[in-house]
């Protein structure tokens, strides 16, 4: 990304959170800079623009106050570009139901997937992997209600919704391959399951989100630390 931008995103290719505003930035063709952050020795830039939770992502526009938190970015960014790509709907209604989902995404269907990791036991793996069946279909749902047919969440092109779910695919599938699992079954969920190709392929995220290797050193480091990512 461009050095000297007046646009700065505080991450770590280690959090699917700043892959999620990676995204997109790379969506609304935004010059920002990575200031690429040491997790496991915060730096005083990091403390002092979110003192309160202390995570990234964290964007940092000129000389306005810190923005912290992945959806509040991209709701930021929206709002201060809109003629760059829109990703939240016109509609106010249609705006509330990408939140809604966006929060049910982040607050019920991701998290699954850090308590399969850390249980122990087949039983409650199984238990897990049942709700996680409940929740892609659900999503299924959502999304033939939101795509009207058409390729992604938002329609023709790549939208609110796509970016928020789309971050998670790359760490989903290491983890399906981890625990014999099938997130994006397409005989369950065939259209999630499109979706899931479709979107992991567009340039604007394959350029921010980590290979296996990468992914590989993660989730061995999450057995014995719990990264401050945003949510």
């Not at 039983?123 to 209600?145: D, H, P, R, V």
Request: proline content about 6%; hydrophobic content about 35%.
């Amino acid at each position: 990304m461009a050095k000297h931008s007046e646009i700065k995103l505080i991450g770590t290719p280690a959090s699917p959170f700043v892959n999620r505003v990676q995204f997109a930035l790379n969506l609304k063709s935004i010059n920002y800079e990575d200031i690429e952050e040491n997790l496991a020795c915060k730096s005083e830039l990091l403390l002092a623009s979110n003192p309160v939770y202390k995570k990234v992502p964290v964007l940092l526009h000129a000389d306005k106050p810190p923005i912290c938190e992945s959806q509040i970015i991209i709701d930021y960014l929206d709002e201060m570009k809109p003629d760059l790509y829109q990703l939240l709907p016109p509609v106010s209604l249609d705006r509330a139901n990408c939140r809604f989902w966006a929060t049910y995404i982040d607050t019920k269907f991701y998290p699954l997937y850090d308590e399969l990791r850390r249980t122990t036991n087949k039983a409650g793996k199984e238990a897990i992997k049942e709700q996680m069946i409940e929740s892609t279909q659900l999503l299924e749902e959502a999304f033939i209600k939101s795509s009207n047919g058409k390729t992604y969440f938002g329609g023709d092109e790549v939208r609110y919704l796509d970016v928020v779910l789309g971050c998670f695919i790359r760490w989903i599938k290491y983890s399906d391959e981890l625990h014999d699992f099938n997130t994006f079954d397409e005989v369950r969920i065939p259209k999630l399951a499109k979706w899931a190709k479709k979107v992991s392929s567009h340039e604007a995220l394959k350029s921010v989100t980590p290979g296996t290797e990468t992914l590989a050193n993660i989730f061995g480091l999450l057995n014995v630390y719990r990264p401050p990512y945003d949510q």
